[in-house]
Every structure is written in structure tokens, then in C-alpha cells.
């Protein structure tokens, strides 16, 4: 319950802070337009009649806002944007109205707060998006690349892109085929780009495998390394991404990356539709990735074996029962002519509470 005597609503920006703060015994509305600084925003909120509760939306300004009024003994509260109730018929929408709207809804009891990262999990966090960054911006640099010699009718059919032998054709044999300056300029542009990104690629895969094998996430990235197609890489982005995972159940947690399908019911009808692609994408991406892997038939290589080395032997068996069930599960959809991406949907909705269940699990 809302115990607090002052309510406060801030939206937050860049730039501005509007603030409104409702005092329960008078009943009283003050309105402030603020500057970012914590501690401007400290004091001001210090300076209204005691005790203080403060809400503000979740967005890029992050939780440095919230450390700084948890230490100053002020209860915040960091509201998630999509579970906030707004008025169906209002048309208005401002800074100050967001601002009291918030401070309504926090009297009342009605925010629903998000889990606040620990200073190391959220630093962690950053050099995870960082790498996530840096795969989509290879990505485009080859695309960029590819389509410039496609251009061209330069096209390499000597297996597969991007590997050491289709390296060595593009400077031998597709740049030697570009006889224009200007062209033979953008190519060496691209291709130093490709390399470019490349190399930071590798150094960010360096720090997270240095990172994973030596930190508070070490237990339960080596845990989760036990299932099919997650890496060192994938273990640690899910273990840094999701945080606590005691907030989740084995099956909340696939509603809670956004893998479950949506739903149009009423009175006796139920129609569902395509999954709801809420909560985080970095995760959502990172399990149907993973659970491509379990098509194959499951043989339990050298890779898998000097991962369940390093976990313990709970972990393996568990991790052995995921592997042998999301295959099985792989085998019926295809016997009953599913598409196969909408199985792999299906196979990751479940490898999250796979995973969910080895994060949890008590060494």
C-alpha cells in the first residue's frame, strides 16, 4: 500500500525533467519543470513535505536517477512504459500532464515497477548490446560489400561467404574484375569496413568469454551451456539480459521475451495469432537462434562434453533431458508438416524454460 505522504511524477527527458508532486494530506498539486541533474531533482524532492515516494517511466536515461534518490533514502519507483494505464479518450498528451498522470497512478498503487540491474550487471549488460551492436553493423558492412560486386555481376560461388577462402577471392579475383577507379575505391572502402568491424567483433568476444569465465554470472552461464546451441556468448548475454531469474517461472518466462502467441477471446470464442514480441529482443533473437540447433539429431560432441566438464553434475543431466526433449519435440513437428519456422518458435518458447530451470537450479 501507499503509505508515503507526497506522490511525485516525473517524466524524464534528455534534457527536461517535469515533475509534479500531489501531497495526500492537503491534497494539494505542485508543478516544476526541472533540469536532468540528480542533484537538482534530489533536492527538489527533499524540499516537499516528508516522507517522499517518486516514479518515473523506464527509458535510455537509465537508472542513475533511481540509485541516486535510493541513497539519498527517497523510495522510487521505475515505472514500465508498457503497463502504465492511460484514459482511453484523452487526446492531450504533455510533459506536465505525463508528469501528474504518474504521480496519480503511484498514489494509487497502480505502477508496475521494473527490476533495476545491479551496477555490474548493468556494465555487463552494455558490453553484451555492445557485441549485439557490432554483429548488426558487420552484418550491413558485408551486405554493403556483396551488393557492390553484385552490381557488378561479380558473383562468388565457391561455397560458403565470409570464410577464409571466399577472403582470399575477393582480393585475388573479384577486386582485380573492377576496372574503375571510383569503383575499385568504394570496393576497398567496403572491404576495409568488413575487416574493421570484424576485428572489433573479435575483441568484444574476447572480453565477454575473459568476463563469463570469471564473474558473478560464471555458475549460471556454465549451467545454461549444458543445453544445444547456447555458447559461452548466448549463456552469458541470457544470464546478464534476464538478471534474476527467480522473478519467472518455467512458464512466465517465454510470455516474458514475447514467445507466446497473442490472443483475441471472448464468450465462447478464442482466436490466437502470432506470438506478442514483447520484452526484450536481444533475448527473443538469441533463443530461436538457439533452437535451430536441436533439429539436428543429438549426438553429444567433444564441444558439448568440455561444456558439462565445467558444469555441475545436475546441470548435465538436466541439460541432457533438455537436449533429448526439444529434439524429440523438433521430430514430431516435422512429422506433422509443420513450417519450420514457426516449430523453431515453438522449440524456443520452450528452451526458455530450459533455461530458466538450469538458472535456477541449486548447485
Known sequence: MFTERTSVGLDVHARSVAAAAIDGVTGELVQAKLTPSYEHITAWVQALPGPVA??????PTGFGLFRSLT????????????????????????????????????RLDEITSVAIPSVDQEAARDLVRAREDCRGDLMRARHRLSKLLLRHGIVYFGGDAWTGKHDLWLRRQAAPHLTSAPTRWAFD?????????????????????????????????????????????????????????????????????????SEFSSGSSRVQGSITKTGNTHVRRLLVEAAWHHRARYVAGKTMRDRWELAPAAARVRGDQGNRRL???????LERKKRPTIANVAIARELAGWCWSLAVLQE
Do not use: M
Open 327 to 333: 529434439h524429440q519435440r523438433w521430430v514430431r513437428f
Open 54 to 59: 517518486v516514479t518515473y517511466e523506464a527509458g
Open 189 to 261: 572502402s567496403d572491404y576495409e569496413a568488413v575487416l574493421a568491424t570484424r576485428a572489433r567483433r573479435d575483441r568484444l568476444d574476447a572480453a565477454i568469454e575473459q568476463l563469463a569465465a570469471d564473474s558473478e554470472f560464471t555458475p549460471v552461464v556454465r549451467r545454461l551451456g549444458c543445453l544445444r546451441g547456447v555458447s559461452t556468448l548466448t549463456g552469458f548475454a541470457l544470464a546478464v539480459e534476464i538478471g534474476d531469474w527467480h522473478r519467472f517461472t518455467g512458464n512466465s518466462i517465454g510470455s516474458f521475451v514475447g514467445l507466446v502467441p
Open 71 to 106: 541513497a539519498a533514502g527517497i523510495r522510487c519507483e521505475v515505472a514500465a512504459p508498457s503497463k502504465l494505464q492511460k484514459p482511453s479518450g484523452d487526446r492531450v498528451k504533455t510533459d506536465a500532464k505525463d508528469a501528474v498522470h504518474l504521480a496519480r497512478l503511484l
